[in-house]
């Protein structure tokens, strides 16, 4: 998965240790091993998975989700994930102040689900995690940012979806890209992911697999960032007493869609 500039990174590290040429080689060697036949299996299978087997994996998470208080909700499509979440926000209440606004990722499926307009109706503003001038190295640009970090902060509910959910261990597994900060996820009272179906994966091998030999995964790669969420924040450090939202929401929902659009 190396990329020229992880080569040229690597490059300058190995010259700063004085590592000779030959060692290029065989970093090149290295980084392009053919396909394992146990990674070529495992694809296959995730691409053959019958409807069986994926709702075993579905039940599979649930079970993980219970222990860890990650909220799994099936829902039949779209529209009912919009009606879920207007009735989230009707019934939960800001930790500090009165006033609701929701922020939420720059993605196509959470563009489908048409916020903006299913929450005018409490007043409740969805603000969209985007930087206009992404690439403006500015004061506009700067003012910019400020103003998307107090909106992300000023909001109870973060709206994500993700790249998979490893059913194993009930985790959510989210690339950083532009739109589609982390701090969505982290910073909120509540977390809220949407996913469909087939994005739930058995296990780290099955992602280890995706990210490294699927066309699609590997062509972009891991991004600047990668997260990993498992329920929400906790933390027992104190008299080994179990407190929740102590660096991160409280609560962590996750809508998987299970229609085939």
């Known amino acids: 998965m190396a990329t020229s500039k992880h080569a040229e990174f690597i490059g300058r590290i190995k010259k ?24 070529r299996t495992i694809l296959e299978h995730i691409k053959n ?20 208080n990650l909220n799994v909700i099936a829902l039949p499509d779209v529209s009912s994930v919009t009606s879920a979440i207007v009735d989230l926000v009707e019934q939960k209440e ?3 102040g009165s006033k609701k606004s929701v922020v939420a990722w720059n993605h196509p499926l959470i563009e489908r689900l048409n916020l903006e307009e299913a929450l005018s109706q409490q007043d409740v ?9 992404e690439e403006e190295q500015s004061s506009s640009s700067s003012d ?9 902060i000023d909001s109870y509910i973060g709206i994500t979806s993700a790249d998979f959910c490893m059913a194993d261990a009930a985790t959510l597994v989210m690339r950083t890209r532009p739109g589609q900060a982390r701090s969505v996820s982290l910073v909120p009272l509540i977390h809220i992911a949407v996913i469909r179906y087939d994005q739930i994966i ?7 697999a995706l990210l490294k030999w699927d066309p699609e995964n590997h062509k972009e790669g891991l991004t600047n960032c990668m997260t990993f969420i498992s329920g929400p924040s906790k933390t027992a450090d104190i008299e080994a007493n ?8 409280r609560e962590v929902y996750v ?7």
């Open 16 to 39: 700063a240790l004085g590592h000779p040429k030959e060692d290029d080689q065989r970093m090149a060697e290295f980084f392009n091993l053919p396909i394992s036949e146990n990674d």
């Open 49 to 68: 998975r019958t409807p069986e087997e994926k709702q075993k994996l579905f039940e599979v998470l649930i079970e993980a989700a219970k222990p860890i």
């Open 94 to 96: 800001p930790e500090w």
């Open 125 to 133: 503003p969805v603000y969209v995690a985007e930087l206009k001038n």
């Open 144 to 152: 910019e940012r400020k103003r998307l970090r107090q909106q992300i």
């Open 202 to 208: 058995a296990d780290l091998k099955e992602l280890y």
């Open 242 to 249: 179990m407190v929740h939202g102590a660096h991160g929401p």
């Open 255 to 261: 809508y998987v869609i299970s229609d085939k659009d």
